[in-house]
């Protein structure tokens, strides 16, 4: 899937997530797509961790 993860300043920016589920479809897993983090950070100055957390979390509240 691809969500939006906001940054600084209000900028905006969509980011490729990985999503795993169990054989009733319940996801079990999210993870960031690293390439769409790093160049995020290399725009934000956010550190590549922080911004892999930020897109996981929003993917939780949006995607559960």
Not at 31 to 49: H, L, N
Not at 54 to 60: E, G, N, P
């Given at each position: 899937?691809?969500?939006?993860?906001?940054?600084?300043?209000?900028?905006?920016?969509?980011?490729?997530?990985?999503?795993?589920?169990?054989?009733?479809?319940?996801?079990?897993s999210?993870?960031?797509?690293?390439?769409?983090?790093?160049?995020?950070?290399?725009?934000?100055?956010?550190?590549?961790?922080?911004?892999?957390r930020?897109?996981?979390?929003?993917?939780?509240i949006?995607?559960?």
């Open positions: 899937g691809v969500l939006g993860v906001f940054g600084g300043g209000g900028a905006e920016w969509n980011a490729a997530v990985k999503i795993a589920t169990d054989e009733d479809g319940c996801i079990f999210i993870s960031a797509e690293f390439e769409d983090a790093k160049t995020i950070a290399q725009k934000t100055g956010m550190p590549v961790r922080e911004v892999m930020r897109i996981v979390d929003l993917a939780w949006t995607l559960v």
